[in-house]
């Protein structure tokens, strides 16, 4: 599928959560997971359930996203996974 096709597609809220990643200073932030599942397959898409993966420290950028979004961090060790739970978004962040 074109990228472009998926650009338009992805939900304000994946756009936005990367904008502020990028402007925090936090290189290699990639959306991840099942909503790029579903759009390239045309199914309708939750989106307000994000993955991304960072490279770097996962937990510094979890933290920036709570700063700007505000909501309930979670860290689980065993996993690596740094849980945002928002208003409006569960957004899972990982290295």
Do not use: C, W
Not at 18 to 30: F, K, M, Q, R, T
Not at 37 to 64: C, H, M, P, W, Y
Not at 76 to 86: D, M, Q, S
Request: proline share 4%; hydrophobic share 45%.
């Amino acid at each position: 599928m074109n990228p472009e096709v998926i650009l338009q597609k992805l939900p304000a809220a994946s756009l936005q959560i990367l904008e502020v990643a990028i402007h925090s200073g936090h290189d290699g932030v990639y959306l991840v997971g099942g909503i790029l599942r579903d759009i390239a397959l045309g199914v309708s898409i939750k989106d307000n359930d994000l993955d991304f993966v960072v490279e770097g420290q996962a937990g510094s950028l979890a933290e920036t996203m709570q700063q700007a979004l505000g909501g309930t961090l979670t860290h689980h060790p065993a996993f690596g996974t740094f849980p945002l739970n928002t208003q409006d978004f569960t957004i899972d962040i990982t290295t």
